[in-house]
C-alpha cells in the first residue's frame, strides 16, 4: 500500500486562505431554484406544480430510472414555476422554483436519530436512495447505484476520500475536523453492506488536523483506519486512490466495483449517515468560498438551489481594489468558469472561486506549437498520451483517438494543461472532443431506434 499514486502535479494549493475558516450554515433569502438534473443519469421528473406549498425536506421531484435521483426542497415557500432557467454550465434546463418563505419550517418524518442497530441493510440502502443522496466529491453519481453492485462479497475496500486535492477547497477538511464521529458512523454503515471490506480514510498529509480527528473517530473500530497520502493533484480522484490504497491499475472503461474497491467522498459519508439514522434527504453541502478576489474567503453549510451571486454578497462580495476576472463552480483545475454568478448551486459543488487574474488569459498569450518534451505524459494520472491525443484532434482523427489512444479514459484532472510549457489548453481540447464524440454516438443510437 502507497500513499500516493503514478503522476501528478503539484500546482499551489492556497488553502491558508480559507483553512481556518469554521463551516457555518448559510440561510438564503432569495428564491430558490432546484435543477432537475443535479447528478449523472436521466434527470428527475417534478413532482410539484405552480402554487403547491413546499416543506424543507419534501421531495418535488422523483428519480426517473435507476441511474438517476431524487431532489427534495432546501426551504419552506411555494413553488413559483416550472420551467427552464440558466444552470452554472451557462446552458438552460429544466428547474423547480420556489418563493423561499425564510422560515425553513421542515416536513415531519426526519431529524430524529435511530440507533444503528435498529436499522437494517436494506433500510441504508433503501433511506439512501429515498434520500437523493449523490456522490459529493465529483460529478454526482447517485450513490445508491454505486452501493450496489453485482458481487459485494468482492469489495476489498471502502475508501473515503478525504483527499480533497483541488487548490482552495477546505469544506471537506473543515467537515472532518467537526464531524468526524458522523463520518466514521456513515463508514461503518457503508461497510455493513460489504462484509469482506475494509474501510480506508484518505486524507493528504496536508490536513494534520483532520487526520488527528478521523483517527480520533477511527480509533477503536477494528474495520476502519486512517491513510495519510501524499499532498499532489489529483490525489482525490477515484483512479488514483485506487492505486494507492488497493495497489492495482484502474482498468479502463472499468468501474471501481471490478477491481473490489467502492470510494465515497467524506461528504457523501455524512450525507448517508444522515439519511440511514436520521431520515433526512441530501438538500445540503459543504462549499468555500475563497480566491484572492473574495473579500472574505470562508466554509459553509449551503442549500441546494441557493444562488451563487446572493452568497458572495452576503460573504461580502469582491475585495475592495481587486478586478474579478474569473468566477468558478468548483476549483481552479477542475472548476466550471460562471459567464453569471446568478445560477443555482447544486448538490455536488463544492466551491466558489473568485480569481483576480485569469490564467487561461496568460496562457493563450505564452502558446506555442508542442515542444514533444513529453512532461503531459509523466504527470497523466491515467497513463494516456496527451500530446498524440491533440494531435489525433488537430487531424480529425478521432476513431484513432477513442480506439488507440484511450481519449475518452481521460478523467479531465488538467494536469497535462498545468505542465505544458507551451501552454496548450490540452484538457479543454480533450473535453470538447470527449463531448463531441459522446454526442455523435448517442445520436447514431437515436437512429438506429
Given at each position: 500500500?502507497?500513499?500516493?499514486?503514478?503522476?501528478?502535479?503539484?500546482?499551489?494549493?492556497?488553502?491558508?486562505?480559507?483553512?481556518?475558516?469554521?463551516?457555518?450554515?448559510?440561510?438564503?433569502?432569495?428564491?430558490?431554484?432546484?435543477?432537475?438534473?443535479?447528478?449523472?443519469?436521466?434527470?428527475?421528473?417534478?413532482?410539484?406544480?405552480?402554487?403547491?406549498?413546499?416543506?424543507?425536506?419534501?421531495?418535488?421531484?422523483?428519480?426517473?430510472?435507476?441511474?438517476?435521483?431524487?431532489?427534495?426542497?432546501?426551504?419552506?415557500?411555494?413553488?413559483?414555476?416550472?420551467?427552464?432557467?440558466?444552470?452554472?454550465?451557462?446552458?438552460?434546463?429544466e428547474c423547480i422554483v420556489v418563493d423561499n418563505d425564510g422560515q425553513f419550517t421542515?416536513?415531519?418524518?426526519?431529524?430524529?436519530?435511530?440507533?444503528?442497530?435498529?436499522?437494517?441493510?436494506?433500510?441504508?440502502?433503501?433511506?439512501?436512495?429515498?434520500?437523493?443522496?449523490?456522490?459529493?466529491?465529483?460529478?454526482?453519481?447517485?450513490?445508491?447505484?454505486?452501493?450496489?453492485?453485482?458481487?459485494?462479497?468482492?469489495?476489498?475496500?471502502?475508501?473515503?476520500?478525504?483527499?480533497?486535492?483541488?487548490?482552495?477547497?477546505?469544506?471537506?477538511?473543515?467537515?472532518?475536523?467537526?464531524?468526524?464521529?458522523?463520518?466514521?458512523?456513515?463508514?461503518?454503515?457503508?461497510?455493513?453492506?460489504?462484509?469482506?471490506?475494509?474501510?480506508?480514510?484518505?486524507?493528504?498529509?496536508?490536513?494534520?488536523?483532520?487526520?488527528?480527528?478521523?483517527?480520533?473517530?477511527?480509533?477503536?473500530?477494528?474495520?476502519?483506519?486512517?491513510?495519510?497520502?501524499?499532498?499532489?493533484?489529483?490525489?482525490?480522484?477515484?483512479?488514483?486512490?485506487?492505486?494507492?490504497?488497493?495497489?492495482?491499475?484502474?482498468?479502463?472503461?472499468?468501474?471501481?466495483?471490478?477491481?473490489?474497491?467502492?470510494?465515497?467522498?467524506?461528504?457523501?459519508?455524512?450525507?448517508?449517515?444522515?439519511?440511514?439514522?436520521?431520515?433526512?434527504?441530501?438538500?445540503?453541502?459543504?462549499?468555500?468560498?475563497?480566491?484572492?478576489?473574495?473579500?472574505?474567503?470562508?466554509?459553509?453549510?449551503?442549500?441546494?438551489?441557493?444562488?451563487?451571486?446572493?452568497?458572495?454578497?452576503?460573504?461580502?462580495?469582491?475585495?475592495?481594489?481587486?478586478?474579478?476576472?474569473?468566477?468558478?463552480?468548483?476549483?481552479?483545475?477542475?472548476?466550471?468558469?460562471?459567464?453569471?454568478?446568478?445560477?443555482?448551486?447544486?448538490?455536488?459543488?463544492?466551491?466558489?472561486?473568485?480569481?483576480?487574474?485569469?490564467?487561461?488569459?496568460?496562457?493563450?498569450?505564452?502558446?506555442?506549437?508542442?515542444?514533444?518534451?513529453?512532461?503531459?505524459?509523466?504527470?497523466?494520472?491515467?497513463?494516456?498520451?496527451?500530446?498524440?491525443?491533440?494531435?489525433?484532434?488537430?487531424?480529425?482523427?478521432?476513431?484513432?483517438?477513442?480506439?488507440?489512444?484511450?481519449?475518452?479514459?481521460?478523467?479531465?484532472?488538467?494536469?497535462?494543461?498545468?505542465?505544458?510549457?507551451?501552454?496548450?489548453?490540452?484538457?479543454?481540447?480533450f473535453k470538447q472532443t470527449k463531448s463531441e464524440i459522446l454526442a455523435r454516438k448517442?445520436a447514431e443510437g437515436g437512429a438506429k431506434k
Amino acid at each position: 500500500m502507497k500513499d500516493t499514486f503514478r503522476g501528478g502535479v503539484h500546482p499551489a494549493g492556497r488553502k491558508e486562505l480559507s483553512r481556518e475558516m469554521p463551516l457555518r450554515e448559510f440561510l438564503p433569502t432569495g428564491e430558490m431554484v432546484f435543477p432537475l438534473s443535479q447528478h449523472i443519469g436521466k434527470p428527475a421528473k417534478p413532482i410539484v406544480k405552480k402554487g403547491d406549498a413546499v416543506l424543507v425536506g419534501q421531495r418535488i421531484a422523483e428519480a426517473d430510472g435507476f441511474v438517476s435521483a431524487h431532489i427534495a426542497s432546501s426551504c419552506s415557500g411555494t413553488v413559483k414555476a416550472v420551467e427552464k432557467r440558466r444552470v452554472l454550465t451557462g446552458g438552460m434546463m429544466e428547474c423547480i422554483v420556489v418563493d423561499n418563505d425564510g422560515q425553513f419550517t421542515p416536513m415531519e418524518g426526519f431529524g430524529r436519530r435511530q440507533e444503528p442497530s435498529a436499522v437494517t441493510n436494506d433500510e441504508i440502502l433503501q433511506r439512501v436512495q429515498d434520500a437523493g443522496v449523490v456522490g459529493l466529491g465529483g460529478a454526482g453519481f447517485p450513490t445508491h447505484v454505486k452501493l450496489k453492485p453485482r458481487d459485494p462479497q468482492a469489495i476489498r475496500f471502502v475508501i473515503a476520500n478525504g483527499a480533497e486535492c483541488e487548490p482552495y477547497l477546505t469544506g471537506n477538511d473543515q467537515l472532518m475536523r467537526t464531524r468526524a464521529a458522523e463520518i466514521v458512523e456513515g463508514l461503518e454503515l457503508t461497510l455493513r453492506l460489504f462484509p469482506n471490506a475494509e474501510g480506508v480514510i484518505a486524507i493528504e498529509d496536508n490536513k494534520p488536523e483532520a487526520i488527528a480527528a478521523m483517527q480520533g473517530a477511527a480509533s477503536g473500530k477494528s474495520r476502519v483506519r486512517v491513510q495519510a497520502m501524499k499532498t499532489k493533484y489529483p490525489q482525490g480522484g477515484e483512479r488514483s486512490l485506487i492505486q494507492a490504497i488497493a495497489g492495482v491499475d484502474f482498468p479502463l472503461s472499468k468501474l471501481p466495483a471490478d477491481v473490489g474497491c467502492i470510494v465515497d467522498n467524506v461528504g457523501t459519508l455524512y450525507a448517508i449517515q444522515r439519511a440511514a439514522l436520521y431520515n433526512e434527504p441530501l438538500f445540503s453541502q459543504c462549499l468555500t468560498l475563497s480566491g484572492e478576489a473574495a473579500a472574505n474567503p470562508g466554509n459553509y453549510i449551503v442549500r441546494d438551489g441557493t444562488s451563487f451571486a446572493e452568497l458572495l454578497e452576503a460573504a461580502g462580495g469582491v475585495k475592495a481594489g481587486v478586478t474579478l476576472k474569473k468566477a468558478l463552480a468548483g476549483g481552479p483545475m477542475m472548476g466550471i468558469a460562471l459567464s453569471s454568478l446568478d445560477v443555482p448551486i447544486q448538490k455536488q459543488n463544492n466551491g466558489l472561486t473568485l480569481l483576480a487574474d485569469d490564467p487561461n488569459e496568460k496562457a493563450e498569450l505564452q502558446r506555442t506549437s508542442c515542444l514533444r518534451c513529453g512532461r503531459c505524459t509523466t504527470v497523466c494520472p491515467v497513463g494516456l498520451l496527451p500530446q498524440l491525443m491533440a494531435e489525433a484532434v488537430l487531424m480529425g482523427d478521432l476513431k484513432r483517438y477513442e480506439t488507440r489512444l484511450y481519449g475518452l479514459e481521460c478523467i479531465q484532472c488538467g494536469s497535462c494543461t498545468y505542465i505544458c510549457p507551451a501552454k496548450r489548453p490540452l484538457m479543454q481540447t480533450f473535453k470538447q472532443t470527449k463531448s463531441e464524440i459522446l454526442a455523435r454516438k448517442r445520436a447514431e443510437g437515436g437512429a438506429k431506434k
